[in-house]
């Protein structure tokens, strides 16, 4: 039955609703009343322009800015962290790595985003692979620094963003 009724609508039925209501309506107002109907129509149309596409997109632009910008200041931030543990060098880790990293990952509070942690095969030094998931970005970085005060570096890393905001998935190989 639904779909009989939507069969029967087509624009020949507002044609009909615009020929036999709306422009008999119309053109009983007097001439002022017209030209206010007008103006009205427009108004409404321009309205309708405005709150309902421009300043909508307006929004949403200035809010990708404001991400753009945070993402900007968090790069800026990892550039001067990495620019830092370079100038500082690079000490021998006491204990094991494993031990190490644990101790860090527990100090900085990021143990319980730790899904991840493997020895790496191969190589001359040891290596293990940490994997973190839904970590706080601020925090996942300043136990990398806290690794390099230790004297692990990184060999490789990778960072994914989530869709939770300054949250991160990180998968990094250190030694």
Same mark, same amino acid.
């Given at each position: 039955m639904v779909k009989h009724a939507m069969k029967q609508f087509s624009f020949s039925f507002l044609h009909d609703v615009w020929q036999g209501r709306v422009l008999p309506y119309y053109q009983q107002l007097a001439e002022r009343e017209q030209r206010l109907v007008v103006w009205a129509s427009v108004l409404v149309l321009l309205m309708v322009l405005v709150f309902g596409m421009i300043l909508p997109l307006n929004d949403a632009l200035h809010n990708k800015?404001?991400?753009?910008?945070?993402l900007q200041q968090q790069a800026e931030?990892?550039?001067?962290?990495?620019q830092h543990i370079l100038k500082k060098g690079v000490k021998?880790?006491?204990g094991s790595i494993m031990t190490? @990293?644990?101790? !860090? #990952?527990?100090?900085q509070k990021v143990r319980p985003f730790i899904t991840s942690l493997?020895?790496?095969?191969?190589?001359d030094k040891p290596r293990l692979w940490i994997q973190m998931k839904q970590a706080p970005y601020a925090a996942s970085v300043k136990f990398y620094e806290a690794l390099a005060k230790q004297g692990i570096h990184i060999v490789q890393i990778k960072w994914q963003k989530?869709?939770?905001?300054?949250? @991160?998935?990180? !998968? #990094?190989?250190?030694?």
């Open positions: 800015e404001a991400l753009l910008s945070g931030e990892a550039e001067q962290l990495a021998k880790p006491r190490v @990293v644990d101790q !860090q #990952a527990r100090a493997r020895p790496q095969l191969g190589g989530t869709p939770i905001l300054g949250m @991160v998935n990180v !998968q #990094a190989v250190v030694q």
